[in-house]
């Protein structure tokens, strides 16, 4: 009886110190890839995916642990984006603002937020394809919103040289610069969601998403719960949008577009909506297939060629690749726990 306590002991001790340290070891993997790749893999794999992967984030922590399926993770995105585009001094055309970097960066996020407050003031009593239609009906408004207003927004053309501030005085898209940048912002706004799970806030949530009739019951505003977690999501959208910004040296349409908003639900659903990590895998394998599908397959029929890779993984695993890995994991201890009790048993 001891020996199987233990044995049991060891396995549960070893499965919770396993994500840490396999987040310890993917940090350092990812810290020293500028010293072992060529610059193109760091910034147009890598840096792009984590910045997509920030941004679908957003969309998983609201699947996860709220139950709800976001499609206007983008508009919080380009909220941001744009606010960054109207307001820095060196963006083209000349803008009526000329705010600093880090109060146009504050109030890109503060406005990202807000966006997502209202956006899930507007979802907030609607579950599954409604909130779906209603979601996605905002991402396509909002398209077609920066795409009329020429005055302002520039319309179809969008804001253009939006370098980004400096960091100790080195431009942030320095290639070097810039993936550390992006990375040490990835790694945080994981480790928020990480955190935001196990407080109160995350537990609520979990429970909204499971049985929101009980949670009411027991004293909490389930409406204000979730509203709370559009907001979060939003600021988190947001952040990628600014870093999106100064990736593409710049915003357009094309960036909140409705091919950019189901491109953020592929990678979600790819990577797997069962963890935040998921969201920074599937913008890794679709920024892959994004780059060489010409070398693949054709880069005109790019859309054909990440449908057969959705649907792969979706069909071989329905919760993508971190349900493949979970089960992976599970079936390798199941078989060392075979393993050892028929040796124990032998003994």
């Known amino acids: 009886m001891s020996d199987a306590v233990s044995t049991s002991a060891a396995f549960s001790g070893r499965s919770l110190a396993s994500p840490a340290l396999m987040s310890t070891l993917l940090l350092i993997v990812l810290v020293s890839l500028p010293a072992v790749l060529p610059e193109f893999w760091t910034v147009n794999i890598f840096v792009r995916a984590m910045i997509f992967g920030i941004v679908a984030l957003s969309l998983t922590f609201l699947a996860h642990y709220g139950g709800f399926i976001s499609l206007a993770q983008m508009v919080a995105a380009g909220v941001a984006g744009y606010t960054i585009a109207v307001t820095v001094p060196d963006a083209i055309p000349a803008n009526r603002f000329q705010l600093p970097y880090a109060l146009a960066i504050a109030l890109a996020l503060v406005f990202s937020t807000i966006a997502g407050v209202v956006i899930g003031a507007v979802a907030v009593r609607t579950r599954e394809i409604y909130l779906l239609m209603i979601t996605l009906a905002t991402a396509v408004s909002f398209y077609f919103f920066v795409q009329a207003n020429v005055e302002f927004l520039n319309g179809y053309e969008g ?69 709370a977690a559009f907001g979060l999501a939003g600021f988190i959208a947001g952040v990628g949008g600014v870093l999106l910004a100064f990736y593409n040296i ?22 797997g909506l069962g963890h935040p990590i998921g969201a920074f895998i599937g913008a890794l394998i679709f920024t892959i297939f994004d780059t ?32 493949l890995i979970k089960r992976s994991k599970a079936f390798l201890r199941d078989r060392r726990f075979a393993s050892h009790s028929e040796s124990t048993t032998a003994i």
């Open 250 to 271: 710049g915003i357009s349409p094309g960036t909140v577009s409705t091919h950019a908003t189901i491109s953020i639900l592929i990678m979600a659903v790819i990577g």
């Open 292 to 323: 060489f599908a010409a070398d693949i397959y054709d880069r005109d029929r790019f859309n054909t060629l990440i449908g057969m890779v959705f649907l792969t993984i979706v069909v071989a695993s329905p919760d993508g690749i971190i349900g």
């Open 159 to 227: 804001i253009r040289n939006v370098m980004g501030p400096d960091i100790l005085g080195v431009p942030l898209r320095t290639p070097a610069i810039f993936f550390y940048a992006v990375l040490a912002v990835s790694a945080a706004l994981y480790a928020l969601v990480i955190y935001v799970s196990r407080a109160p806030l995350g537990l609520v949530l979990q429970g909204i998403r499971d049985n929101p009739r009980r949670v009411s019951a027991l004293g909490f505003n389930v409406a204000l719960h979730r509203i």
